[in-house]
């Protein structure tokens, strides 16, 4: 099974910075199975990146992936009040799926 | 619009078996898998196993292998996870979502508490 460890676990960052999120995996991810969620409380998560840098329907174009092999990022450009969240990576491999851990992103 | 819709918040005792469904519209149900995600208490996602909505072929976590069971009714386009012999520590949110490699579309969450 792929282990994703995102860092940090927490960020604390004021509206108008630049965030920048980190997903490593234990061993090599095809970048075609690579996704990042958001999650804000209460509410189910919504699929933010798809692809690693492929932006999902209705997502703004602030919020941009990339990476490849074991190292991804989602990088937020300038945050806005309404980002501030929990963040998820989530793999693909021999049909089975893992997320990892999560990186709050609150404010500061 | 596309939707999945889940079933109301249960409460078990521990040894018991939980059954949670989601109704799925505005899409051709045997189109997409149905996935089963939970999440706890202030923890994070943790995924549990999917259904092949056309074939009913499923796929577990290891996890969750040999207590869960995941069926559909595609007459009716809802899809079902079973979980049996539930524990305290099976107190959680169980998501139900769309998808293949990617979960595109979520049920808002049913709560299962477990407790005696």
């Known amino acids: 099974e792929i282990v994703l460890t995102q860092s940090p676990g927490t960020l604390s960052l004021s509206p108008g910075d630049r965030a920048t999120l980190s997903c490593r995996a234990s061993?090599?991810?095809?970048?075609?199975?690579l996704a990042w969620y958001q999650q804000k409380p209460g509410q189910a998560p919504r699929l933010l990146i798809y692809g690693a840098s492929n932006r999902a329907t209705d997502i703004p174009d602030r919020f941009s992936g990339s990476g490849s092999g074991t190292d991804f990022t989602l990088t937020i450009s300038r945050l806005e009040p309404e980002d501030f969240a929990v963040y998820y990576c989530q793999q693909y491999g021999g049909s089975l799926y893992t997320f990892g851990q999560g990186t709050k992103l609150e404010i500061k | 619009q596309v939707q999945l819709v889940q079933s109301g918040a249960e409460v078990k005792r521990p040894g018991a078996s939980v059954k949670v469904s989601c109704k799925t519209s505005g899409y051709l149900f045997t189109d997409y898998q149905i996935h089963w995600v939970r999440q706890a208490p202030g923890q994070g996602l943790e995924w549990m196993g999917w259904i092949n909505t056309n074939s009913g072929d499923t796929k577990f976590s290891q996890t969750f292998r040999g207590r869960v069971t995941m069926t559909r009714d595609p007459s009716i386009s809802t899809a079902y996870m079973e979980l049996s012999r539930v524990r305290s520590d099976d107190t959680a949110v169980y998501y139900c979502a769309r998808g293949a490699v990617v979960f595109d579309i979520w049920g808002l969450g049913t709560l299962v508490t477990v407790s005696s």
């Open positions: 061993q090599s991810v095809s970048s075609s199975f």
